[in-house]
């Protein structure tokens, strides 16, 4: 095999044998950190390795090749490690950091109010700020909340195919005391096998659920909520493969294992899932994780 790098430091190309012939793939390697999504029709997903990105859309109906080496990196201070928290944290990261708390994910657990919150500046930047609480369609309505500005890139995140905004609030706190009183009526989780092959809205569940989540607002007892009339429904559309999109795309999931090579065909992405052929792989759990990725 012979390699030699691009002008890009974090990719190299390869040549190979293949049948008897010579065949060119990239390869790329750094810390996973994230999806980069980016609204468009369809959404545009890059995978972001350290420095370098690679365009996933592209690649739908190849086939990738991806591989963790074994080495561990924390997404927050860069420390070399043995074991993950919370989806690319050290421990003392995962036990300092607000943004580890129990309240990121119960936030009408709020205790800011309380002088004990981890991190006064990452409180005031990110939850005593103004948030929505939402209506959404994963694999049926949803109610959520996300800071505001960042709907869109909220939905993207959790597959949604349609986003409605129902009310603004100053605080996490507040949308989160909202969005738990909504749960008696509407659900707050998404299952996610369901979510990848749910491809059409129910147009009149889920206009009767925003109507019926805008009335129980209205009637709270709190008075700083601001209701968002005529609000304007999102739709986001999801990259796939043609030859796929008459099929049921697998929700079997699959792991990247440690010097294994994974090899299958990309044929779909939604939310934090990319959808091979064969099986499904949540890039989630590999934030922080030292990945090769070729193709």
């Given at each position: 095999?012979?390699?030699?790098?691009?002008?890009?430091?974090?990719?190299?190309?390869?040549?190979?044998?293949?049948?008897?012939?010579?065949?060119?793939?990239?390869?790329?390697?750094?810390?996973?950190?994230?999806?980069?999504?980016?609204?468009?029709?369809?959404?545009?997903?890059?995978?972001?390795?350290?420095?370098?990105?690679?365009?996933?859309?592209?690649?739908?109906?190849?086939?990738?090749?991806?591989?963790?080496?074994?080495?561990?990196?924390?997404?927050?201070?860069?420390?070399?490690?043995?074991?993950?928290?919370?989806?690319?944290?050290?421990?003392?990261?995962?036990?300092?950091?607000?943004?580890?708390?129990?309240c990121v994910l119960k936030p009408e657990t709020c205790h800011f109010h309380q002088g004990t919150c981890r991190d006064e500046n990452y409180a005031l930047n990110h939850c005593m700020i103004p948030h929505y609480v939402y209506l959404s369609y994963t694999d049926k309505s949803k109610v959520g909340l996300t800071r505001a500005g960042r709907e869109l890139a909220r939905w993207m995140e959790q597959g949604a195919i349609a986003g409605k905004l129902l009310c603004s609030v100053s605080t996490r706190k507040v949308a989160g005391e909202i969005e738990h009183l909504l749960t008696e009526y509407v659900a707050d989780k998404t299952n996610w096998r369901k979510m990848i092959n749910t491809h059409f809205i129910d147009e009149d569940e889920f206009a009767s659920t925003y109507q019926l989540l805008f009335e129980k607002i209205k009637i709270l007892n709190i008075d700083e909520i601001e209701m968002v009339n005529h609000s304007r429904c999102y739709r986001f559309f999801y990259p796939m493969d043609p030859?796929?999109?008459?099929?049921?795309?697998?929700?079997?999931?699959?792991?990247?294992?440690?010097?294994?090579?994974?090899e299958d065909t990309l044929i779909s992405l939604k939310a934090h899932y990319l959808i091979f052929k064969n099986c499904v792989i949540n890039m989630r759990r590999y934030q922080g994780y030292m990945i090769n990725v070729s193709y």
């Open positions: 095999m012979k390699k030699f790098l691009s002008d890009r430091n974090f990719y190299i190309y390869k040549y190979i044998m293949k049948d008897g012939l010579i065949v060119l793939y990239h390869s790329a390697s750094g810390v996973y950190y994230n999806l980069k999504l980016v609204p468009n029709e369809p959404v545009d997903y890059y995978i972001k390795l350290s420095e370098s990105e690679i365009h996933l859309n592209k690649l739908l109906g190849r086939t990738i090749r991806m591989k963790i080496t074994g080495e561990m990196f924390c997404i927050h201070c860069h420390r070399k490690v043995k074991k993950l928290y919370n989806n690319g944290y050290c421990y003392p990261c995962f036990v300092s950091l607000a943004e580890c708390d129990l030859l796929y999109s008459q099929s049921k795309l697998p929700v079997s999931p699959a792991s990247l294992k440690e010097n294994e090579e994974f």
